[in-house]
């Protein structure tokens, strides 16, 4: 492999080598079982898992269902993007070769315009034709982007509607794609041009962040957890995020803070009473975030419920304001879970982000944070982020070795990133129940 | 990538780099139409295919169903392999994780035993308990071999059996097995152990040599590249050799001479059109080889009728002897493929192998033999074999680049290969059906 490899340390405490040689130990019986519900819920085209590594607990704490960040991949691991896109896509189209991808609307944003290159080229280079159909509203005529890093070449394609079917291009140049792969996490709502056509949508629309919620994502989780932890005999919060969650919330009028102050309370108790369990003399903290978004915004670390009381009015603006300015109305409080990977001397926070495509792990980086300590989101803007493509996919262990050897350590995250991926299965079919 | 990048070089000559080109062009057509031809008929679960490359064609001249060499693949294209094998077992083992290999019986060649090794290997990475059951004769217990140079250890149990199913193993350490994966060509015949059991063989036993006739595959593989040249618009012979077929050939006997001659006469007459067609100044030339068999026994490069009548009695003792000792009874005529590849300085010839798993390309090597010349079969015992591990998937066409770029030709075998691949999934089903 030509790509550096992270020199990260994972501090060794307790019980979370126990985890991964578990794991090891009981790899034929994991993935069993995963085959098994793969089958009963298909996996999620694809989705890209935030983990947390705190040495003796491994756990999710963001699921992506539209991810971006696909440049950051390592590109020695491109043919197992390309094997799993053509699984993926050949269960949704299987004689047909057209795909359109529908994309975020910011373009102005290089990091993603460079994702969308990267995740437009694996499609075509997967064996279909895919062209990408933009829901900008001002959108009049194709728009080039042609100066990139990366040297790639994006067209962004109005897209149009005739009847129940989504097309770009007009006349001879017409494409009507089999199917409609949505890279856009509809935090702006779910654009009318979508609803009730004939090709599939992938992932659903219904998925997107103006119907989901980040309690439901992790409520199914702790089910999922749960099954797991008794297959393998674990106490499930070993890869489990406790969390609870206040409906209304509105920063700025402070209206529900009683709620959120109580829940930060009672969530606090419930993790001292684990840590006293497990010999951990790490301080408890909590997360308290917004209910429907992403691009880390409105994400606050929490030791008490003085932090809570005390927020400044500068402060409460912030947590107010999510991605497209949509006001914050539900808030999840999750456990923080310390991240015990550094990078570089000295340490700067780390923390692994998971790919997967249909139910195939196809590889990860480390988001760094220079500017971060061990207890806070690094999913944040404004300070420095260093991707760092894994060296190793994460599909191969190797069990003459350490449980804590590298590729061990992947097949950990491996396992844990798609416990989190069938929460998603199991939220999109009950999506589509209640559809 | 770590590995060696083998410095072979490609005679540019003509329609070649056309036909990449084509290939590169086309790609999306070409991926939608295998994914109609694997829902039509699955593919074998594995294979490898013996390419040459003559600049001006690029053809399979052998296919192997129960593929040996797995230990020559690259490492760093593992993960390629177990998602593969995951999604071939998946379809035959949805619920079960139990997986019986049954072998070569030639244990003491070492080259095989590695690749039995790696094998075993990447089934249990893929998620699966693994166990090889053996059918050797004498094999009365366990055998453990623990001295294989890549440090690797292989316990061959005896294969039992009770009522319609197979399994290792007594009492608490039982292992009956979803499925069995046959990894034994069974030139020796079908061992009646495997007959009529409950459990799924793959790839079938009746596709073994003691059924299969390399002109059954050859026939099947001419009408595959029939429909594929018509999709893509070119003359099927690009990616066809020419073949006639003796039934009843005793060498030593000298039974069966006058069909050979004429049919080599014939075929000679027939290349020599095809050359003047494309204006290739080389020799034709015609591989006479058994119908059944492998391990590249009884393999004859013949430019005239003369070379086979003038045959002296070593020669002829060596065609009649394949695998297994069995006699030859019929011989395929095969169009001869000069390969135009080399490696090293002075040249060696070189030929690519190429291997799948499910309709999967996983990878492959170049076999090398420094002492054939570029017109003879390169799967010869006696003689140096270099095995040059590709440092690229055969996935990752990039058609910025120049059609005879590595990454493209590495598509293009891939392409081809997977035709011979068509033509072997034909076979199992048309053998299925007079099943």
Redesign the interface.
């Given at each position: 492999?030509?790509s550096t490899v992270p020199n990260l340390c994972t501090a060794p405490v307790g019980p979370v080598l126990k985890l991964e040689a578990k794991l090891l130990e009981r790899?034929?019986?994991?993935?069993?079982w995963?085959?098994?519900q793969w089958?009963e819920t298909p996996a999620p085209f694809y989705a890209s898992v935030d983990l947390r590594n705190a040495g003796f607990k491994l756990a999710p704490v963001d699921t992506n269902l539209f991810p971006a960040g696909f440049n950051n991949l390592n590109p020695?691991?491109?043919?197992?993007c390309?094997?799993?896109l053509?699984?993926a896509i050949?269960r949704i189209c299987?004689?047909?070769?057209g795909i359109l991808v529908v994309p975020e609307n910011h373009t102005r944003n290089r990091f993603y315009l460079e994702s969308l290159a990267a995740l437009v080229d694996l499609i075509?280079?997967?064996?279909?034709?895919v062209r990408i159909g933009s829901t900008m509203p001002d959108l009049e005529q194709d728009q080039i982007i042609d100066d990139l890093e990366s040297g790639r070449t994006l067209r962004l394609e109005p897209l149009r509607r005739s009847g129940d079917e989504v097309y770009v291009g007009e006349g001879e140049d017409r494409f009507s794609p089999c199917a409609v792969v949505l890279n856009n996490d509809l935090s702006g709502g779910r654009p009318a041009i979508l609803e009730a056509i004939r090709q599939p949508v992938t992932p659903p629309a219904i998925l997107g962040w103006s119907n989901r919620l980040k309690s439901d994502h992790f409520g199914l989780y702790q089910q999922v957890a749960a099954e797991f932890a008794e297959l393998i005999g674990i106490d499930s919060w070993l890869v489990d995020p406790l969390f609870r969650n206040c409906g209304k919330i509105n920063f700025m009028k402070r209206e529900g803070e009683e709620c959120l102050v109580s829940n930060v309370e009672m969530l606090l108790e419930d993790i001292t009473a684990k840590y006293s369990v497990y010999g951990i003399e790490e301080e408890p903290f909590v997360i308290v975030k917004a209910e429907a978004g992403t691009y880390g915004m409105g994400v606050m670390t929490v030791k008490s419920t003085d932090d809570v009381l005390s927020l400044n009015r500068n402060a409460r603006k912030k947590m107010a304001s999510a991605k497209d300015g949509r006001e914050v109305s539900g808030a999840i409080i999750q456990e923080g879970v310390y991240t015990f990977e550094t990078w570089n001397d000295p340490a700067d926070s780390a923390e692994p982000v998971i790919y997967m495509i249909d139910h195939?792990v196809v590889g990860g980086f480390y988001r760094v944070h220079d500017g971060r300590g061990r207890n806070e989101n690094l999913n944040a803007p404004g300070a420095r982020f260093q991707m760092l493509a894994f060296s190793e996919?994460c599909?191969?262990?190797d069990p003459s070795r350490d449980p804590d050897a590298q590729p061990n350590k992947f097949y950990a995250y491996g396992v844990v990133a798609r416990l989190a991926l069938l929460a998603a299965a199991r939220e999109i079919a009950r999506a589509h129940q209640g559809d």
């Open positions: 492999m030509t790899q034929a019986d994991i993935e069993t995963f085959r098994r089958l020695d691991f491109d043919p197992l390309i094997h799993a053509q699984s050949e299987p004689t047909a070769a075509a280079k997967a064996g279909f034709h195939y996919s599909t191969r262990p």
